[in-house]
């Protein structure tokens, strides 16, 4: 299952991260059991994702319509 997030705290991470921005969280249950969370962020460049604090980030739930779309630009 394909899950979203909504950057809430970029402050150590300014060119990687947008507030309030939408990103794709990709599955990590080691870095999750770590507060952590893997993201897709603004360097794309590592299709494994970044670990950031999972407190930098909240939920989003979306359409399927709405993440079809963001899957198709990338994120």
Not at 58 to 68: A, H, I, M, R
């Amino acid at each position: 299952m394909i899950e979203y997030v909504v950057c809430i705290n970029n402050k150590d991470n300014p060119a990687s991260l947008i507030v309030g921005k939408i990103y794709r969280k990709l599955p990590d249950p080691e870095a999750e059991a770590h507060h952590m969370l893997r993201i897709l962020d603004e360097d794309l460049s590592e299709p494994d994702g970044y670990l950031y604090p999972a407190s930098m980030f909240l939920p989003v739930n979306l359409s399927d319509e709405t993440k079809k779309m963001l899957m198709a630009v990338g994120i």
